[in-house]
T-cell receptor
Framework: ETGVTQSPTHLIKTRGQQVTLRCSSQ?????VSWYQQALGQGPQFIFQ???????GRGNFPPRFSGLQFPNYSSELNVNALELDDSALYLC????????????FGEGSRLTVL | AQSVTQLDSHVSVSEGTPVLLRCNYS??????LFWYVQHPNKGLQLLLK??????LVKGINGFEAEFKKSETSFHLTKPSAHMSDAAEYFC???????????FGTGTRLKVLA
């Protein structure tokens, strides 16, 4: 069974740039969620995708957007990066027919200078 | 609205002594509750989950938690700490439909030799 994988693991951007983070969901999972974890904080829900459509969104501005592909992998895009976007971005997959448990990847650490 | 409060941001114990990490929840109905662990530079791993089947829940690595409705608590315990238990622990409540997790602010556990 393949777990959740994320890429890249680390990246550095400057203010105003755009970034794309990628996630491959665990085999058999059809739902992907994205979380932002700032240093010293708990993860905050960004949004969730199910069957290629956004299915729930947290308190994040529209410059945070995403996609889910037919193979259930997903992308998180952030435009017009701000310093406060520096964080660990976690992807989690789950199955709608399952227990609701989320399986997390190891994250992508974004630093905005 | 649902929420969780982790009462200690840092806990230090000696190896071989008991561990207690405290979590209180707020919910308008009987919730599901989870504990996740995050080791340095790693993703989040599910330790245990309460889904109303039994109030005392056993998890991995010797951890357990007891759901106490009268106290709105879901504290995590372990009889004897091991050095490998040093990590960040998160108490989590999923929202209705389980599509969004609400994380506590985390408790960093330090285990002293």
């Amino acid at each position: 069974e393949t777990g959740v994988t994320q890429s890249p693991t680390h990246l550095i951007k400057t203010r105003g740039q755009q970034v794309t983070l990628r996630c491959s969901s665990q085999s058999g999972h059809n739902t992907v969620s994205w979380y932002q974890q700032a240093l010293g904080q708990g993860p905050q829900f960004i949004f969730q995708y199910y069957r290629e459509e956004e299915n729930g969104r947290g308190n994040f501005p529209p410059r945070f957007s995403g996609l889910q592909f037919p193979n259930y992998s997903s992308e998180l895009n952030v435009n017009a990066l701000e310093l406060d976007d520096s964080a660990l971005y976690l992807c989690a997959s789950s199955s709608r027919d399952g227990t609701g448990e989320l399986f997390f990847g190891e994250g992508s650490r974004l630093t905005v200078l | 609205a649902q929420s969780v409060t982790q009462l200690d941001s840092h806990v230090s114990v000696s190896e071989g002594t008991p561990v207690l990490l405290r979590c209180n929840y707020s919910s308008s109905y009987s919730p599901s509750l989870f504990w996740y662990v995050q080791h340095p530079n790693k993703g989040l791993q599910l330790l245990l989950k309460y889904t109303s089947a039994a109030t005392l829940v056993k998890g991995i690595n010797g951890f357990e938690a007891e759901f106490k409705k009268s106290e709105t608590s879901f504290h995590l315990t372990k009889p004897s700490a091991h050095m490998s238990d040093a990590a960040e622990y998160f108490c989590v409540v999923p929202t209705s439909g389980t599509y969004k997790y609400i994380f506590g602010t985390g408790t960093r556990l330090k285990v002293l030799a």
